[in-house]
């Protein structure tokens, strides 16, 4: 019994740590700053033209929008797992109904 004890404690202590260690990263991440884009601009004004400078910008954006999509997916599907999120990650949601859609679409002959 007492190994049982130390091992769940282990067990505890672990969660508690991976707790810890996410909500760390998610403080680092809520308190990092949005990149300015107009001073990122003006910086690489006299090397580029203006559809160079829109191209790069949308690109930077894709890129932190994209960043940020993995960040909250990782949240929401480490929120599941704990039982801190009532249902399915948006993620797990949107998969299966891509698979339905597709499924639909199979016998109606789309």
Known sequence: M???IDDFTKIIINIF???SIYIC??????SSDIPDV????STYANDCTN??????EK???K?????LKQKLDKLARYAAAYGSLEGEPTSVTIEKQCVLNDQL???LDL
């Open 105 to 107: 679409r199979t016998k």
């Open 63 to 67: 890129e932190f929008i994209g960043k």
């Open 59 to 61: 690109c930077g954006e």
């Open 51 to 56: 559809e160079e400078l829109i191209e790069n």
């Open 2 to 4: 007492a190994d049982f």
């Open 38 to 41: 107009m001073c990122q601009s």
């Open 17 to 19: 740590i991976k707790i």
């Open 25 to 30: 990263e998610l403080h680092e991440f809520a």
